[in-house]
């Protein structure tokens, strides 16, 4: 049976929130806040808040920079992931990863079926890996926020969930970028 056990010490993962918003402000941003609070208050670390406009580019470049720092294990972004013209954060983060995580948007999915019924075909919940660093992809909505944070990254972001979690495989989440001399 899958559960958080103390048989494994819990390590902190240190963790980016990305709001995509033509609109949010900081003060007005009740999703990103939501990811900040359930982080936090599970024993992780907050190592970069932003919010940035619905453009391709300007969410890469935001991630991109974040794969790069040392103290960013996770991106975690909120919002542009539904089907509309200015919706384009899946396109971001698909062109930045080197694994997808399929399994996350269709589990995201099946959850959120539970409470919004088919409504949630409407969401491109999406996540994978870039250069070592987990990014995941949530639709904008507080709800959304809370359900996958509480259904899926509470227990996959924890070390001592079992039989397997996201944190254990962090140090080999970039054996690929080795050359022949072990050498990053």
């Given at each position: 049976m899958s559960k958080?056990?103390?048989d494994r010490p819990f390590v902190p993962v240190r963790i980016a929130v990305l709001t995509v918003s033509d609109t949010r402000s900081m003060e007005e941003?009740?999703?990103g806040q939501t990811l900040v609070d359930r982080l936090e208050a599970d024993g992780h670390t907050l190592a970069d808040r932003q919010i940035v406009k619905d453009d391709v580019e300007a969410i890469r470049a935001v991630v991109s920079g974040w794969i790069d720092r040392e103290?960013?294990?996770?991106?975690?972004?909120?919002?542009?992931?539904?089907v509309t013209g200015r919706d384009v954060t899946p396109e971001a983060f698909e062109g930045l990863y080197e694994k997808a995580i399929p399994g996350f948007g269709e589990l995201f999915r099946w959850q959120s079926y539970q409470k919004i019924g088919t409504s949630t075909i409407q969401s491109r919940a999406t996540a994978g890996v870039a250069r070592g660093t987990y990014l995941f992809a949530l639709p904008g909505s507080t709800g959304a926020c809370k359900d996958a944070?509480?259904?899926i990254l509470h227990q996959q972001l924890d070390s001592r969930f079992r039989p397997c979690n996201f944190v254990e495989l962090m140090p080999r989440l970039q054996e690929h970028l080795k050359d022949t001399r072990g050498v990053l």
């Open positions: 958080i056990t103390g941003d009740r999703s103290d960013v294990d996770c991106v975690i972004a909120t919002g542009g992931t539904g944070w509480d259904g």
